[in-house]
């Protein structure tokens, strides 16, 4: 029985959780079927990937790298790769997270510094080397790729009205323009964080350094295949 459910889609390829530790990556194809009474779009799965060891809790395409015309946000006019632009993120009851390529059934990478379930994790709106998670010791974590690429930059576990023992945070999300971050737990109470501009504003090198380190993790996960 699937625990959770959910999809994403990233051009002609939609990755949804339809199980409990298994990613499905489907390719959508346009049904020519001449009997048909009409074109439709039809999913074929491409891979069934063991993801976690755990239930998944969220999944997610880097939501700048990822969009449909591969391009920077409004400051950034230079073209993504078709490499980069492949890039999501997957959390899990397992304590970890899980940085993914669509092309490739392993991780490009395991980030394993939590001590309880994951809940939740989300990119930036608006820095693509950038995302957060929510974990059950009531903890957010913020990583940035580029200034580290193994361990988060910025742990927090003390909030207003909030015990550190209270338990776990549950879900969190960016606001458009990546300057707030809204945190929920669960007793139903949520705060709202105002970001330093490290965690929005990024150079052109941020770009660079993040698709040479993700280029360089598939080079190695290529190598390994073979």
């Known amino acids: 029985m699937a625990i959770f459910t959910m999809s994403t889609f990233q051009g002609n390829h939609l990755t949804q959780l339809v199980d409990?530790?298994?990613l499905y990556t489907l390719s959508l194809k346009k049904n020519e079927n001449r009997h048909a009474?009409?074109?439709?779009?039809?999913?074929?799965?491409?891979?069934?990937?063991?993801?976690?060891?755990?239930?998944?809790?969220?999944?997610?395409?880097n939501p700048i790298f990822g969009n449909p015309l591969r391009k920077r946000n409004k400051e950034h006019s230079k073209m993504t790769s078709i490499e980069t632009g492949?890039?999501?993120?997957t959390s899990s009851y397992d304590w970890s997270l899980k940085l993914w390529h669509a092309k490739y059934n392993e991780p490009l990478a395991v980030f394993r510094k939590h001590?309880?379930?994951?809940?939740?994790?989300?990119?930036?709106?608006?820095?693509?080397?950038?995302?957060a998670c929510v974990d059950g010791t009531g903890q957010l974590s913020i990583y940035h790729l580029v200034t580290n690429f193994e361990d988060p930059?910025?742990?927090l576990k003390s909030f207003p009205n909030r015990s550190e023992k209270a338990g776990p945070l549950t879900r969190l999300k960016w606001s458009n323009d990546g300057q707030q971050l809204l945190v929920g737990d669960n007793f139903g109470q949520f705060w709202m964080f105002q970001c330093h501009?490290?965690?929005y504003q990024c150079e052109d090198e941020d770009f660079d350094v993040f698709?040479?380190?993700?280029?360089?993790?598939?080079?190695f996960q290529t190598q390994r295949a073979t």
């Open 115 to 131: 001590d309880d379930y994951i809940y939740d994790c989300q990119w930036s709106t608006r820095h693509p080397c950038v995302f």
């Open 37 to 61: 009474r009409s074109k439709s779009e039809v999913a074929q799965v491409r891979a069934e990937i063991r993801g976690h060891q755990a239930p998944i809790t969220n999944i997610q395409y």
């Open 211 to 219: 698709e040479w380190i993700i280029q360089k993790r598939i080079k």
């Open 197 to 199: 501009q490290s965690l």
């Open 86 to 89: 492949d890039v999501f993120l």
């Open 20 to 22: 409990t530790y298994v």
């Open 153 to 155: 930059m910025l742990t």
